[in-house]
């Protein structure tokens, strides 16, 4: 796959293209944006693009390094994840400092996954390699959440944003991947492909639906068996529902096109409204997953 693949990030692909073909590339990026929208996708085909053989501004897509890095084995494009806790410690930001002092082969691209994720310690040692900056690596920040971050560290990053992508362009993935229901998955998308392939396979969206129109007795009984879901899909699915009851109510567009929406009056859905966001936000202080559970089976409005 080579940045002509990559699809609803015009401007963002014009820009490092510009920073390929004039050989300026800036020694930090940080890309910013909505998740699933391709921002790994792009950070790699940068990597590609700056050690491709043929040397545009796209990857061959066919030579050695393209390959390798396609497949994860090029040394020097190193992919940094958040751990099984979905943080990123100081012992990781050491190992990339060590990394950059290594001699390369062709440019060293280290591409940082939810960057946001660093703990304090890892984003006060990490400034210093960005203080310090390599001449032969670049180094690409990816996040969603970009407020997470030191000031310190997004002054120093050249910021490349990225945008929703659109119903159609979402429609067209997933078309090209011949999902049935392609039409009603990119409605719910919210322009994120990662979103759009996480309710093809899973059936939370489902399950949020069937809880909002339990009692609040049978949904206390329900808690338990919802332990193995994920919970941001979960939010997500019931605020896309409660946004339908709302657009119900004004006579407009509904996004869950296979479910009967009923309106249960202004008063209810905004409250419904307000809950969901109250437990969205009880995630940014680390509630566990089963309160937050608890807390929607209390507090969400009937729909009986």
């Excluded at 970009?146 to 067209?172: A, M």
């Excluded at 090209?176 to 409605?187: F, G």
Aim: charged fraction near 25%; charge should be positive; aromatic fraction near 6%.
């Amino acid at each position: 796959m080579s940045f002509n693949d990559i699809i609803g990030q015009e401007i963002a692909k014009e820009i490092l293209q510009k920073d390929i073909m004039k050989e300026r590339l800036p020694s930090s990026y940080l890309f910013i944006g909505p998740r699933g929208v391709g921002k790994k996708l792009t950070a790699v085909n940068l990597a590609k693009a700056i050690n491709c053989y043929k040397k545009g501004v796209d990857p061959c897509d066919n030579c050695t390094n393209c390959s390798l890095i396609d497949k994860g084995n090029f040394p020097d494009c190193i992919i940094v994840s958040p751990d099984e806790k979905g943080t990123i410690k100081i012992d990781r930001v050491r190992e990339i400092k060590q990394a950059v002092t290594l001699k390369t082969i062709g440019r060293r691209v280290i591409i940082i996954e939810d960057a946001d994720t660093m703990t304090e310690e890892a984003q006060n040692a990490f400034l210093k390699t960005l203080e310090e900056p390599p001449f032969d690596t670049t180094i690409i920040l990816i996040s969603s959440n970009p407020n997470y971050l030191f000031q310190t560290i997004i002054s120093r990053c050249k910021i490349v944003k990225f945008r929703r992508l659109s119903k159609l362009e979402v429609g067209r993935l997933l078309k090209t991947r011949k999902v049935e229901n392609a039409e009603l998955v990119a409605n719910l998308s919210g322009g994120s492909m990662e979103r759009a392939l996480s309710l093809l396979e899973s059936n939370t969206r489902k399950l949020a639906i069937k809880f909002a129109n339990l009692t609040v007795r049978k949904r206390l009984f329900t808690v338990n068996t919802l332990k193995d879901i994920s919970i941001e899909e979960f939010l997500d699915s019931l605020y896309i529902l409660y946004g339908d009851m709302l657009a119900q109510h004004f006579g407009l567009e509904v996004r869950n096109t296979d479910v009967k929406i009923v309106d249960k009056g202004l008063s209810s859905t905004l409250k419904g409204m307000s809950i969901i966001r109250q437990a969205t936000l009880a995630l940014d202080y680390y509630v566990s997953s089963n309160n937050i559970l608890y807390y929607l089976a209390y507090n969400l409005p009937e729909m009986g």
